[in-house]
Structure formats: C-alpha cells, structure tokens
C-alpha cells in the first residue's frame, strides 16, 4: 500500500524551506526595493538584474498546453539530474536506504546515489534489454525507496515493456521513477497519462533532447501535487535562472518545428541503421526508439580510436553489463550522418 507520508526523509519532513524575497510577496508592484539587487539593469541588452519566478510559471504554462498535465503536477529542474538529486534528498536517508537501478542504463542514477550515501541495488536487463520484473520486486525490501526505470533506455534504445512497468508499479510502495527523456522519438505512449492513477509515479522528461534546448538545462519532472511540492521545498529558491526561462516559453511555441526534426531524425536513424548493415565489422544494432541505437562490433575500441581520430565522436558502451564490444551512435544532420558512412567505408578492420 503506498503512503506518501512513510517515505520521506524525517528532516525533510520537518524543513522549514528558505523563502525568498519573491516568495513572501504576491501582486503588483513597480518599485522593487526588497531582493539587494542592482536597480539599474545589467550590462546586456536584457535585463537581468532581477531574481527570476522561482516556480517558472510562465514555462510551466505553456508545458500544460502542450502535454495536458496541470501546472501544479509540473516540477523544473536544472536538467533532470537536479530531479534526480533532489529524489534523493526528499526520500532517501544516507547509509540507511537503497534504490534500484537496472543497468545498462543512465549513470547519474548511481552517481547520484553515491553521491548522497545511498546503496544502489543493480539488478541487470534480461533478453532484448528489458525488465526483469521478478527480479526488481524480490530486491525489495523495506528500506528500498526509489526504482529508476529508463523508457526508451539509455543507451540501448529500446522501450521497456509497459506491462512490466505496471507489474512494478502496482507492486511496489516506494516511488518508481519513470525516465522518458527520449519519449520524443518513440512509438510508445507517455506515462504521463497514467499520474492519476499511480499515486507513486514519477515520470521526468527533458528539453535537452527532441527540443534542442541542451545548453539552457530543462529537466521536467511530472507527480502528483504532493510529490511536486516537496521538490519544490527542497529546491534550492531560484534553480532556474531567466534566461533559461525566457528561451524556454520561447522554444514551446515552436511544436511544428520540433515535430518536423523529429520526423527527420526517425528517418535519418532508420536509413543510418539499414547503411549500417552493409559493414562486416558490424555484428548486431538493437532495435531503438530513441535518436541513437547501439551497435555490436567486432572491435569497439578500435572502430571508436579510428572515428575519433576522423573527428567524429561517437560512445563506447562496452563497459555497461550486456553491451561488449558496442557503440552508441547519435543521429546527427543527413550530412554528418553521410559523412560518418562515409568514413566507415574507409575502416581497415
């Protein structure tokens, strides 16, 4: 049985959370003489010489036109490792409780964990890089508080079986935290549909990827309002700066662009894949639903020595558990990705 209440952090629960100048105050105003800021501007064509909206409402807004969810059930993050983070921080005491990762996937999962003195319990993808859902629920146990799932999975490209998810979802007490950075680029419907219905969901999101606002670190986090409200508790005041903000609301007036990049790169991945197959060095690329796949090759560090020393930079993954020997590739513009076929048809094996 879930209860929000039994998992988080006593200290947390117990925070009086710092409250800022533009916290305290609501309404108009046209003389602001409370924040110690400089009141003549700065010395860029904008202005921002001001404390930005430490909840980002604008942003948030226009996020709720495109996705549907309420406001309220939106948290922005300094890129979604600040979501990750603060996880964490809300629910995870250090030295006491564990989380479960389920590798090969995103790293900051655990860096973050080791970051904050919390045990990370690995429980490896089975066949075809999905859950092993059995697995998952019998590393359980009572001091177990988060689980990460990543969907498309970083960085083997494939969905994770929403079944499986749900399996989890519906057995678990603690928060499941659903990453679906590169929900964009998949076939597979969004979790965020489904906060109504698992109180103990959390599904982040991002800006950095289908919308290209890497540099301006968006990360999106979706929960219901009391999981939402504690990230705003622990948030540091003003975790978004207004540049960020402004470029933000911005961007997302731009869906038919995004839309139409999106498309490309789906193709541009599907042609890349099947010029791919031609190589004999290549021994396998995975199915993905993502703007990379991931390649088994004969010699990964080798084919990876020979891309960058062509200035071309790819990823090797042969250190993650199941992927020897194998590259992750981005898909880039037509002509990079022409170029780097290119290139492959040059490689001495």
């Keep these: 049985m879930f209860d929000l209440d039994t998992l988080i952090r006593k200290n947390i629960k117990a925070l009086k959370p710092y409250s800022s100048a533009r916290h305290e105050f609501t309404g108009k105003a046209s003389v602001f003489l409370d924040a110690n800021e400089n009141p003549f501007g700065s010395p860029l064509p904008e202005k921002f010489n001001r404390y930005p909206d430490p909840y980002q409402w604008q942003l948030k807004f226009q996020l709720t036109r495109i996705k549907g969810v309420p406001a309220e059930n939106i948290f922005v993050g300094n890129g979604s490792d600040e979501v990750i983070d603060l996880a964490y921080r809300i629910f995870c005491t250090p030295g006491v409780d564990n989380v479960i990762v389920?590798?090969?996937?995103?790293?900051?999962?655990e860096v973050s964990g080791d970051i904050n003195d919390v045990e990370i319990k690995k429980v490896n993808l089975i066949d075809g890089f999905q859950l092993d859902v059995e697995g998952v629920l019998s590393s359980v146990d009572a001091n177990t508080k988060l689980i990460f799932i990543c969907s498309p999975n970083n960085p083997t490209g494939n969905n994770m079986r929403r079944e499986d998810i749900e399996v989890i979802l519906n057995n678990f007490s603690g928060i499941v935290i659903i990453d679906e950075a590169y929900i964009n680029f998949s076939k597979q419907k969004t979790f965020i549909q489904e906060l109504t219905e698992y109180p103990n969901l959390v599904v982040m999101q991002t800006l950095s990827k289908a919308w290209?606002?890497?540099?301006?670190?968006?990360?999106?986090?979706?929960?219901?309002?009391?999981?939402?409200?504690?990230?705003?508790?622990?948030?540091?005041?003003?975790?978004?700066?207004?540049?960020?903000?402004?470029?933000?609301?911005?961007?997302?007036?731009n869906t038919d662009l995004v839309n139409e990049w999106t498309t490309t790169v789906v193709q541009q991945k599907e042609w890349l894949i099947k010029e791919m197959g031609n190589f004999t060095f290549v021994e396998t690329i995975?199915?993905?639903?993502?703007?990379?796949?991931?390649?088994k090759v004969k010699d990964a560090a080798a084919l990876y020595t020979y891309l960058s020393d062509n200035e071309v930079v790819v990823r090797n993954r042969s250190k993650d558990p199941g992927c020897s020997n194998c590259l992750r590739v981005t898909i880039g513009t037509p002509e990079e990705n022409q170029q780097l076929i290119e290139l492959l048809k040059n490689y001495n094996q």
Aim: with cysteine; aromatic share 14%; glycine share 6%.
């Design 212 to 253: 290209g606002l890497a540099a301006l670190r968006l990360g999106l986090c979706y929960a219901s309002m009391d999981i939402i409200d504690l990230f705003n508790k622990v948030k540091p005041p003003y975790n978004i700066n207004d540049a960020s903000q402004q470029l933000g609301v911005e961007a997302l007036q």
């Design 286 to 295: 995975y199915p993905s639903d993502a703007n990379f796949f991931l390649m």
């Design 102 to 109: 389920c590798p090969p996937t995103y790293g900051m999962y």
